[in-house]
Nanobody, 128 residues
């Protein structure tokens, strides 16, 4: 299983970025996928998660209304569209897959231990 994130960069506050998480060795439609971020000196935190199986998405309060998670089955890729970016969104963003969950029927998944494979991360920097 390999996950590769891309799309990070430097953007001014109020701007947008779209992150991609391309997978190989696993069919993302079959599992729960999460996006996390980790700012310097802070814990890695869940941002959003998606299950194609039950067409469910979740967002943390800090990004709700600004970020959108989606998936392209043909490309086996999950995206995180980030709009109205704020300096506090600055972090390394990771995607991860939970190979033991095929749906989000019982709620969101925000903890690192709930995911089995991770990408290498992509840096997002938002200037004020």
């Amino acid at each position: 299983v390999q996950l590769v994130e891309s799309g990070g960069g430097l953007v001014q506050a109020g701007g947008s970025l779209r992150l991609s998480c391309a997978a190989s060795g696993v069919w993302l439609d079959d599992y729960v996928i999460g996006w996390f971020h980790q700012a310097p000196g802070k814990e890695r935190e869940g941002v959003s998660c998606i299950s194609r199986g039950d067409t469910t998405t979740y967002y943390t309060d800090s990004v709700k209304g600004r970020f959108t998670i989606s998936a392209d089955s043909a490309k086996n890729t999950v995206y995180l569209q980030m709009d109205s970016l704020k300096p506090e969104d600055t972090a390394v963003y990771y995607c991860a897959v939970d190979l033991y969950s095929t749906s989000l029927t019982y709620g969101s998944k925000w903890y690192r231990y709930e995911y089995d494979f991770w990408g290498q991360g992509t840096q997002v920097t938002v200037s004020s």
